[in-house]
């Protein structure tokens, strides 16, 4: 199985500023995404982190306000910008391991925005 | 277009079987997942079955899939104290996409 790191694992933060999500896998892997769980609720898929090439985002979801960075196989970085109370959500990023029946995500990032 | 139902509560008592229920609406779904999400923390993959099997046992879970019904469920024999969690049914379609059901919050009491 692969493993998965973020950082920060929680962080508050204040209206109007931009937080950067930090996920690394201990193993390349080709597909990497981010979903979003807001209180509650199930999780939405963000995007998919391509490496080397824009992101490709899910209705609803905007570069501008979310962009991934994925500069190699086994990292990429979130960043919500601009951030509103409507933001606090947890934040997960997720990979197909190398038997790509498996699907495995991270310990999330509870952002909570004031 | 793509859904997946659970019932969002389910009590049990220690030692006792717990099932959690999930339905789909797509047909094309490849894989269905069960993932545990304990207070706090990401979401832990369980176990998995693809679409062409009907049935997969792993320790004390066991995996049916009813594919002409749309129907999943995970029965968790000898259920613990540590599996209350919320349990989530997700469908893979096409390569890698994921939809989830709302989850099913599972209480067990001494």
């Known amino acids: 199985s692969a493993v998965i790191s973020q950082k920060p694992s929680r962080d508050i933060c204040q209206r109007g500023t931009s937080l950067t999500i930090q996920c690394q896998v201990d193993?390349?892997?080709?597909?990497m995404f981010w979903y979003r769980q807001q209180p509650g609720q199930s999780l939405t898929l963000i995007a998919t982190?391509?490496?080397?090439?824009?992101?490709?985002?899910e209705s609803g979801f905007v570069i501008d306000k979310f962009p991934i960075s994925r500069p190699n196989l086994t990292f990429s970085t979130l960043t919500v910008s601009n951030m509103s109370p409507e933001d606090s959500s947890i934040y997960l990023c997720?990979?197909?391991?190398?038997?790509?029946?498996?699907?495995?995500f991270g310990p999330g990032t509870r952002l909570t925005v004031l | 277009g793509e859904d997946v139902e659970q019932s969002l509560f389910l009590s049990v008592r220690e030692g006792d079987s717990s099932v959690i229920n999930c339905t789909y609406t797509?047909?094309?779904?490849?894989?269905l997942y069960w993932y545990k999400q304990e207070p706090g923390a990401g979401l832990q993959l369980l176990t998995y079955?693809?679409?062409?099997?009907d049935m997969k046992q792993d320790q004390r879970l066991t995996v049916l899939l009813n594919k002409k019904d749309k129907h999943l469920s995970l029965r968790i024999a000898d259920t613990q104290t540590g599996d209350s969690a919320i349990y989530f049914c997700?469908?893979?379609?096409?390569?890698?996409?994921?939809?989830f059901g709302k989850g099913t919050m599972l209480l067990v009491s001494p």
């Open positions: 997720s990979v197909v391991g190398q038997a790509t029946d498996t699907q495995y």
């Open positions: 079955i693809f679409s062409n099997m």
């Open positions: 982190a391509n490496q080397g090439s824009e992101a490709t985002y």
């Open positions: 997700a469908e893979r379609t096409g390569y890698s996409t994921l939809t």
């Open positions: 797509d047909s094309s779904s490849t894989y």
């Open positions: 193993s390349q892997v080709t597909m």
